[in-house]
């Protein structure tokens, strides 16, 4: 079972995000660019299935923007991978995936300033993240819902931190957790659907 959007569209977002990024970068002083892939390991509250084990990927691009001394806006476009399973990397048993493009919208303050190279070791965020489902779909062992039922779209909030090991590279941690119910439906004896997950991944800035 699946439900898919036209991809176009995707590739018409990122295309034009690729776009204003970089002319943004390159065009204005306190702008940065950056380029990003990781792993998400998230499940969903409501499917009887404990624990972080569907892991999916994340990947995409970021625009990060200085707006008081170490405060800094960011606007990311994501592609990710999320969803549940009852083992972790494993396409057996009940599976539910679900990829989205993600927004992810949030202000970092930055600390440890590495002066003759001029970048801050550390930053803590947090902010909100738009998504909307591009695919999903269940495995056979999942009866009491089907993707079709999905809210496409996501609202969510995070919480994340960012270590860097040089002016170029660094790693993310963040936890992102959903605000609206992935499903809400009578039929599923007054349970509820309701998605979060962790990420760790590599960003490399111009």
């Given at each position: 079972m699946s439900v898919i959007i036209n991809m176009k569209y995707l590739l018409v977002t990122i295309f034009l995000f690729s776009l204003c990024s970089i002319s943004t970068v390159e065009g204005q002083r306190g702008f940065k660019g950056s380029i990003l892939a990781g792993l998400n390991l998230s499940q969903i509250d409501g499917d009887e299935l404990v624990g972080?084990?569907?892991a999916g990927l994340t990947s995409g691009l970021k625009v990060s923007f200085q707006l008081k001394n170490r405060l800094y806006g960011n606007l990311e476009l994501l592609y990710s991978q999320r969803g549940s399973s009852a083992k972790l990397f494993s396409n057996k048993g009940s599976v539910t995936r679900i990829n989205y493009?993600?927004?992810p919208?949030?202000?970092s303050f930055k600390d440890w300033y590495i002066e003759n190279e001029n970048y801050y070791k550390l930053s803590g965020e947090v902010g909100l993240s738009l998504g909307n489902i591009i695919s999903a779909?269940?495995?056979e062992e999942v009866t009491d819902y089907n993707p079709d039922w999905f809210e496409t779209k996501d609202i969510?909030?995070?919480?994340?931190?960012?270590y860097a090991f040089t002016?170029?590279?660094s790693v993310t941690v963040r936890y992102t957790r959903s605000i609206n119910k992935l499903l809400d439906d009578n039929t599923?004896?007054?349970r509820y659907l309701l998605g979060y997950f962790w990420t760790i991944r590599t960003d490399y800035t111009f």
């Open positions: 972080y084990r569907q493009l993600e927004l919208l949030y202000v779909s269940v495995s969510g909030w995070m919480l994340g931190a960012n002016k170029h590279l599923l004896f007054e």
